[in-house]
């Protein structure tokens, strides 16, 4: 058994480390542990780690030395004001900066234990087990059966009935009943909350373990936004959820932990960076935040 020499928490089961160390072929590091200031509960679980992370577009310095734990099997809310580097940082969960020109990260990364930017990790199976959700509903100009049924065709993942896991599929992301019989027709005629679902089903029918979120429901009216935070509350037991959200009350309805960032400007150049404040169970964060600028953010005294 690997143990977190700390405090006697096993990280990383040995079967995992084997099934990794088989699928990667490389040994597996136990990601150390986490014992930074800004950290206000340590989460032993973590599935995800981020380690002093910077994230660079060009010579713009986008985020500066992030540390950041993700629990396996919670969900866990970015929030902060406009420009803190949210989105920048989720996109660093699933090598998603990769494919923006420019874009550097330094740190850390792991994934179960795995430095996710190591040489001979593949960026795409990492995509495909740590997915994401945008912003904006992004279905395939395609029929509602092919959206779900594309990812595991184009991956070559191997389904005994590909009918069975669309309806799997589409049942996890809470949308089967309402689009059982019309499977065939084209997924533009979905409703955007019904679009946001399918995206969802979609990241799962890959199977992935993670799932990240962009601000899912920004483009949603109060119900269909409803109707995803409940999803997500149901996806929480066989997923890991990450959700960047600039709207408080749903990091406090949605989230175990919360995290809040913040810009902060360099005197010399006025380039904003973002920094991660504070991190903590979310009914810490909202609660008896420990720093300043989390109370006054949360209080609404700053935007
Ligand atoms: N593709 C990009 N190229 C250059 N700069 C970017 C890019 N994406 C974001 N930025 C910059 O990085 C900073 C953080 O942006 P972003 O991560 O989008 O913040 P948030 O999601 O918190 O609003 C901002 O200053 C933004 O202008
Ligand atoms: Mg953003």
């Known amino acids: 058994m690997i143990k977190d020499t700390d405090t006697d928490v096993p990280v990383l089961k040995p079967e995992?480390?084997?099934?990794?160390?088989?699928?990667?072929?490389?040994?597996?590091?136990?990601?150390?542990?986490?014992?930074?200031?800004?950290?206000?509960?340590?989460?032993?679980?973590?599935i995800?780690?981020?380690?002093?992370?910077?994230?660079?577009?060009?010579?713009f310095r986008a985020v500066t030395g992030v540390d950041l734990d993700f629990a396996r099997n919670q969900i866990t809310a970015l929030i902060g004001p406009s420009g803190c580097g949210k989105?920048?940082?989720?996109?660093?969960?699933?090598?998603?900066?990769?494919?923006?020109?420019?874009?550097?990260?330094?740190?850390?990364?792991?994934?179960?234990?795995?430095?996710?930017?190591?040489?001979?990790v593949d960026a795409i199976e990492v995509r495909r087990r740590i997915g994401m959700v945008f912003q904006k509903p992004n279905p395939f100009p395609k029929s509602i059966y092919d959206n779900i049924a594309y990812g595991p065709r184009v991956i070559g993942m191997k389904v005994a009935n590909m009918d069975d896991l669309v309806e799997e599929a589409l049942t996890g992301a809470a949308l089967w009943t309402e689009v059982k019989?019309?499977?065939?027709?084209?997924?533009?005629?979905?409703?955007?909350?019904?679009?946001?679902?399918?995206?969802?089903?979609?990241?799962?029918?890959?199977?992935?373990?993670?799932?990240?979120?962009?601000?899912p429901c920004s483009a949603l009216d109060?119900?269909?936004?409803?109707?995803?935070?409940?999803?997500?509350?149901?996806?929480?037991?066989?997923?890991?959820?990450?959700?960047?959200?600039?709207?408080?009350?749903?990091?406090?309805?949605?989230?175990?932990?919360?995290?809040?960032?913040?810009?902060?400007?360099?005197?010399?150049?006025?380039?904003?960076?973002?920094?991660?404040?504070?991190?903590?169970t979310t009914t810490q964060i909202f609660e008896s935040p420990r720093d300043q600028r989390t109370e006054d953010y949360i209080s609404g005294r700053f935007g």
């Open 181 to 215: 019989d019309k499977l065939k027709q084209s997924a533009f005629g979905l409703s955007g909350g019904q679009q946001q679902r399918l995206c969802i089903a979609r990241t799962i029918a890959v199977k992935p373990d993670v799932i990240l979120m962009d601000e």
């Open 222 to 280: 109060p119900i269909a936004t409803t109707r995803i935070e409940d999803l997500m509350a149901e996806l929480r037991r066989n997923y890991t959820i990450v959700i960047v959200t600039h709207n408080m009350q749903q990091a406090a309805r949605v989230a175990d932990r919360t995290a809040f960032f913040t810009a902060l400007a360099d005197e010399g150049t006025g380039d904003r960076t973002g920094v991660l404040v504070e991190y903590g």
């Open 87 to 120: 989105s920048t940082l989720i996109r660093v969960l699933n090598r998603m900066n990769d494919l923006i020109d420019g874009a550097r990260v330094e740190g850390k990364v792991t994934f179960r234990g795995v430095d996710m930017y190591a040489k001979n």
């Open 48 to 59: 995800l780690t981020c380690e002093d992370v910077n994230v660079f577009y060009g010579d």
């Open 16 to 46: 995992e480390e084997a099934r990794l160390h088989e699928q990667h072929g490389v040994p597996v590091h136990v990601a150390p542990t986490q014992k930074r200031g800004k950290n206000n509960d340590r989460v032993t679980d973590a």
